[in-house]
C-alpha cells in the first residue's frame, strides 16, 4: 500500500510541473497584466509602463519562467504581485476557511444527498420518489450565487440569524464560525446534494433489483440489514467516486460563492489572481490545488480497496 | 487657489484663506465623540498599501488615512500644505523650498525631518508610479533638519500643482524604508492612524495614532488635508465586493457604511430611517476615445459621424440606470478650467448628419469595433447602446468585450484590432484642466494618432496650460485645446455619474469625496 501511494506521489511530479508550466503560458497569452489591474481606468500609459517595470513584468518570458522554477526547486511559490505577501503564505492563510466550509459543506452533502437518494431510490416511482428528484433537481438547476443572495435576504436581513458574511476562524470562536459558514456552506452543499441523490438513487436502484437482495429478504432480513448492509454496501464504490469529485470541487473553493460571503478563500484568491493576472499566485495556487486534487483521487483509490475487497491496490485483483 | 508668487511664500495664511473659501469652518473642529470602531465596507479588493506604486482606488481609501504628503489638495482641488510649514519659490522659479511642521511624528514614533522627505522622494523617483511628476526636477538636498529644496531644470508654473496630486502621491515615509521594493514597503507614515492588521482579499484594521498631532492652522479637513482628527479608535475596512451583499450587511448593522451604492439600492436605503445615503455628484465621467490609427476611425469624417449620430442622454440613462448629469466638456463646472468651448459638437444626436458626413467620408461599411468590458456594467451599456445608435446611423458597428486588463492592454499596446475604447476618468478630471489634457497629449495620447504625433493645434494650447505664468492664459489655451479635441474627436465626455455612498445614522460627519476619508468623523451612542 505504503509503495503504491509513494508511486502515485511520484508519478504526479511531472504531471504537477505540466499544469504550472500550461498556466504560466496560458496567462502570459492572455492580454493585459498586473500592472493594468494596479494602475486602474485612470493610469496612463506611463504609470503603467512604471507599474510593469516595477513588478519586473518588463523581463523576457523564459526568464520569469527560469526564476519560477528556481525558486520553486527551493520550496519557494515565489511572491504575489499584487498582495505583496509569499504565494505560500497567502495560501496558508486561506486554507483553515476553505477547507472547513469544504468539510462542513460535505457533511451536509452526506448526510443530505446519500438520504434522499436511498429514500428516493427505496420510495422508486412514489411521491416521495418525485418530491426527492425535484429537490434535487433545484438543487443542481439554482445558480449559488443566486441561493446565497436569497438565503441573506432570508436568514440575515429578515430574520437577523446569520451574518451576510466574512468569516470567523474555528479555533478563535467555535460557534462564531457556525454561524459564518453555515450561509456559505448550504450554498455550496445544494448543488452538491442534488448530484449526490441523483447517484446515490440511480446506483441504489439497479442494486436493488439484484438476486442476492431478494435472497436476503426471502431469508427475512430487516429492510434496515437489507438496504444498510447488502443493497448500500454495493453502491459505495459509484458513490465514493463522486465524492472524491464533490470534495475535489469543494476543496478548490468557489469564486461566486467565497465572494458573495465575502469569505477570504482559496476561490476568492485564484479568481482575483486571474482577474488581476496575478501570474505567480495563479501558478502557485493551480499548482496547490492540482496537488490536491491528486491527493484526494489516491485517497479515493485506497478508498476502493477498503469498499470493494475484490478491488487490490497495486493493479492486481482476485 | 493659493497663488504663487516669486519670492512669496505659499505661508498658511494664505493656504488657509484658500481653505476657508470651501469649507467656511467657523470654529476649529474637536471630536464631539472620541473611540468606538467603524466598519466599513470596500467595493473593491485592496491590492496592498505601498502608495507609491499603487494607483488603485481602493489603496488610495485605506493609504490616505496613514500616509501624508507635504503638499495636497482640499475640497476645491487646490493645492494645499500638509507637512510642509510653508514653501517659497525663488525669483527665477527654479528653487522651491520647503520648511517641514515641527513635532510630526512616524507611527513607529519616530519624528519626521527632511532626511525623511528626501528619502521619500527617492524612493519615488526610482519606483513611484507618477514619478513623472519628478521629470522637470534636476534633484534635491535637505541642508537641515527642516528645510527641503526642490530644484527645477525650467520653470514650471504649475510644478506645485502636479506635485499635489493625490492619485499616487509622493507620501513621506521613515528614511530607513527608501529602499523597500515594490510592495514590500513596511505600512509607517505620519498619518491620523496607523495599520493594525492587512490580511489580503479580507479587511484591513487601522488604528488612531495617539502620536499625531492635527494640523491646528486650519479649521477643519478639507479634501485629503486640513485639520484631519482622527475621532474613532478603529477603523475596519471590509472587502465586499458583491454589492448586493455590501448593502445586506449595511442594512443589518453589520457594517456602519458601504462605498458605491447600486443605482436599484438608493431609494431603498434612503428610505431606511437607520442609514444615511450621501452622494457625491461629479464624480465618474463616461468617456470613449476612438482609435486615430486604425480604419475607419482615422479618417475625420468618420469619426466626426460617429459623434454627430450620439444622443448622450440615451446612452447614459442606460449605463447609470438614469443616475447622471450630462457634461458639456471635459471639466465639471466650478472647476478652475471649466468651459463649454466646442459643447455644440457633444450630443448632437442627429442621425442624418452623421449619415451626410459618412457620404463624405467615402465610408464603405468596414466595422467600427467597440472595445469594452463587462466588469464595469457602465461601460458596457454604454457600447450597447452606441452600436446601436451608431447602426442606426449606417455605421457597423459591433462589440468586442474582454475583461478590464486585456480591454485596457489592447487599447495602449494595439493600434489594430479596436476602434472605440469605453473607460471612465475620475481622478483625471477631478485634478484639474492640465491632468484632464494629458490624456490626449504626447507622448501617450489615449486616442492613438499616427505615430503617437498629436494634433499641432492642440499640443499648442497644452504646452499654454503647462507653462503660461497668468491663470487667464492657461484657462483661454485650455479652451482652445477643449475645443480641438472635441472636433477631430480625441475623446468624447458623454456624461457624469455619482458616487454614492451609505452610512449607519450613528455614523456623523460623513461626507461622500473622491476617496473615502476616516477622519473627522465620529459615532454616536
Redesign the interface.
Known amino acids: 500500500m505504503a509503495a503504491y501511494a509513494l508511486r502515485r506521489l511520484l508519478q504526479s511530479i511531472p504531471l504537477l510541473l505540466l499544469v504550472s508550466l500550461i498556466a504560466f503560458g496560458l496567462m502570459k497569452l492572455?492580454?493585459?497584466?498586473?500592472a493594468?489591474?494596479?494602475?486602474?481606468?485612470?493610469?496612463?500609459?506611463?504609470?503603467?509602463d512604471?507599474?510593469r517595470r516595477?513588478?519586473g513584468l518588463d523581463r523576457p518570458f523564459w526568464v520569469q519562467l527560469g526564476a519560477f522554477y528556481w525558486n520553486l526547486a527551493q520550496g519557494d511559490l515565489g511572491r504575489?504581485?499584487?498582495?505583496?505577501?509569499p504565494v505560500g503564505a497567502?495560501i496558508v492563510?486561506?486554507l483553515p476557511a476553505t477547507i472547513s466550509i469544504a468539510l462542513y459543506s460535505m457533511g451536509l452533502t452526506l448526510v443530505f444527498g446519500l438520504s434522499i437518494g436511498i429514500v428516493a431510490a427505496l420510495r422508486h416511482n412514489t411521491i416521495v420518489d418525485q418530491a426527492a428528484m425535484v429537490i434535487a433537481l433545484l438543487g443542481v438547476s439554482l445558480p449559488n450565487f443566486w441561493v446565497g443572495?436569497v438565503l441573506?435576504?432570508l436568514f440575515?436581513?429578515q430574520l437577523?440569524w446569520l451574518?451576510?458574511?466574512?468569516?470567523v476562524a474555528f479555533g478563535d470562536d467555535p460557534v462564531g464560525w457556525l454561524r459564518s459558514a453555515t450561509l456559505p456552506a448550504v450554498s455550496l452543499a445544494l448543488l452538491q446534494i442534488g448530484l449526490l441523490a441523483r447517484i446515490t438513487r440511480s446506483a441504489m436502484l439497479e442494486v436493488l433489483r439484484q438476486d442476492y437482495i431478494r435472497t436476503a429478504r426471502a431469508k427475512g432480513l430487516s429492510e434496515w440489514k437489507v438496504v444498510g448492509k447488502h443493497a448500500f454496501a454495493n453502491v459505495r464504490i459509484p458513490v465514493v467516486t463522486v465524492i472524491g469529485l464533490i470534495f475535489s470541487v469543494l476543496l478548490s473553493g468557489s469564486v461566486i460563492v467565497e465572494?458573495?460571503?465575502?469569505v477570504?478563500g482559496m476561490g476568492?484568491?485564484l479568481g482575483?489572481a486571474i482577474?488581476?493576472?496575478d501570474y505567480p499566485l495563479i501558478q502557485g495556487g493551480l499548482l496547490f490545488v492540482a496537488a490536491a486534487l491528486m491527493l484526494i483521487n489516491l485517497l479515493v483509490d485506497i478508498l476502493y480497496a477498503w469498499c470493494d475487497p475484490r478491488v487490490r491496490i497495486g493493479g492486481d485483483a482476485r | 487657489m493659493p497663488t504663487i508668487h516669486r519670492r512669496t511664500r505659499l505661508t498658511m495664511a494664505t493656504a488657509a484663506l484658500a481653505l476657508a473659501a470651501g469649507a467656511a469652518a467657523a470654529e476649529p473642529f474637536t471630536c464631539p465623540v472620541t473611540g468606538g470602531e467603524l466598519i466599513f465596507a470596500l467595493e473593491a479588493?485592496v491590492?496592498?498599501l505601498?502608495w507609491h506604486?499603487?494607483?488603485?482606488?481602493a489603496t488610495r481609501n485605506v493609504a490616505l488615512n496613514i500616509y501624508e504628503s507635504l503638499i495636497t489638495r482640499d475640497d476645491n482641488m487646490n493645492p494645499i500644505l500638509q507637512l510642509a510649514e510653508d514653501v517659497s519659490v525663488s525669483d527665477d522659479g527654479l528653487a522651491y523650498t520647503f520648511t517641514l511642521r515641527d513635532g510630526v511624528t512616524f507611527h513607529n514614533g519616530k519624528t519626521m525631518t527632511s532626511a525623511d522627505v528626501v528619502a521619500s522622494f527617492n524612493r519615488y523617483a526610482q519606483?513611484?508610479?507618477?514619478?513623472?511628476i519628478l521629470e522637470p526636477v534636476e534633484g534635491w538636498e535637505a541642508p537641515d533638519p527642516r528645510t527641503f529644496v526642490l530644484r527645477l531644470r525650467e520653470a514650471r508654473p504649475l510644478f506645485l500643482e502636479a506635485l499635489s496630486v493625490f492619485?499616487?502621491p509622493v507620501s513621506i515615509i521613515p528614511a530607513e524604508h527608501e529602499g523597500a521594493p515594490?510592495?514590500?514597503l513596511p505600512v509607517i507614515g505620519t498619518g491620523p492612524y496607523k495599520l493594525d492588521e492587512f490580511?489580503?482579499?479580507?479587511f484591513v484594521r487601522i488604528v488612531r495614532h495617539d502620536g499625531y498631532q492635527p494640523d491646528t492652522r486650519y479649521d477643519t479637513m478639507s479634501g485629503m488635508g486640513g485639520r484631519r482628527v482622527a475621532c474613532l479608535d478603529a477603523v475596519t475596512f471590509?472587502?465586499?465586493?458583491?454589492a448586493?451583499?455590501r448593502t445586506?450587511?449595511l442594512?443589518?448593522g453589520?457594517v456602519h457604511g458601504v462605498e458605491d451604492v447600486p443605482a436599484a439600492s438608493q431609494a431603498r436605503l434612503a428610505a431606511d430611517p437607520n442609514l444615511t445615503v450621501t452622494r457625491r455628484d461629479t464624480f465618474w465621467m463616461n468617456v470613449f476615445y476612438p482609435n486615430h490609427s486604425a480604419p475607419p476611425t482615422d479618417n475625420l469624417k468618420v469619426r466626426q459621424a460617429m459623434l454627430a449620430a450620439l444622443d448622450f442622454d440615451e446612452i447614459m440613462e442606460a449605463a447609470t440606470e438614469g443616475n447622471y448629469k450630462l457634461n458639456m466638456g471635459f471639466q465639471f463646472p466650478g472647476q478652475l478650467y471649466y468651459t463649454e468651448e466646442g459643447a455644440e459638437l457633444l450630443n448632437q444626436a442627429d442621425p442624418e448628419r452623421a449619415k451626410a458626413l459618412l457620404a463624405e467620408a467615402g465610408y464603405d461599411g468596414t466595422p467600427i469595433v467597440l472595445l469594452t468590458n463587462r466588469?464595469?456594467p457602465v461601460m458596457y451599456n454604454t457600447s450597447l447602446v452606441m452600436a446601436e445608435q451608431l447602426k442606426a446611423a449606417g455605421m457597423n458597428a459591433e462589440l468586442l468585450v474582454?475583461?478590464?486588463?486585456?480591454?485596457?492592454?489592447?487599447s495602449?499596446?494595439e493600434t489594430t484590432g479596436w476602434n472605440v475604447f469605453h473607460?471612465?476618468?475620475?481622478?483625471?478630471i477631478a485634478l484639474g484642466g492640465p491632468q484632464t489634457l494629458?490624456?490626449m497629449a504626447e507622448?501617450?495620447p489615449?486616442h492613438k494618432p499616427v505615430d503617437l504625433k498629436v494634433d499641432p493645434e492642440f499640443m499648442a494650447a497644452f504646452r499654454e496650460v503647462q507653462t503660461a505664468t497668468a491663470l487667464a492664459d492657461r484657462q483661454a489655451a485650455f479652451a482652445r485645446a477643449q475645443r480641438r479635441a472635441l472636433e477631430t474627436v480625441m475623446a468624447v465626455p458623454l456624461g457624469v455619474a455619482p458616487k454614492v455612498q451609505a452610512v449607519r445614522a450613528n455614523v456623523k460627519g460623513f461626507s461622500t469625496y473622491y476617496n473615502t476619508r476616516m477622519t473627522n468623523l465620529w459615532l454616536e451612542n
Do not use: C, H
Open positions: 492572455v492580454p493585459g497584466d498586473p493594468m489591474v494596479m494602475g486602474g481606468p485612470n493610469a496612463t500609459a506611463d504609470e503603467i512604471a507599474i516595477n513588478l504575489s504581485l499584487l498582495l505583496g505577501q497567502a492563510e486561506r443572495l441573506i435576504v440575515s436581513v437577523g451574518p451576510t458574511g466574512g468569516y465572494t458573495v460571503f465575502s477570504p476568492a484568491l482575483n482577474l488581476r493576472r | 479588493q491590492p496592498g505601498d506604486v499603487s494607483n488603485s482606488t519606483v513611484g508610479v507618477d514619478r513623472g492619485t499616487v515594490p510592495q514590500q490580511r489580503a482579499d479580507s471590509r472587502m465586499m465586493t458583491e448586493a451583499s445586506a450587511a442594512e443589518v453589520e466588469q464595469f474582454l475583461d478590464w486588463p486585456a480591454a485596457l492592454a489592447k495602449q499596446q473607460t471612465g476618468w475620475i481622478t483625471v494629458r490624456q507622448p501617450n489615449v
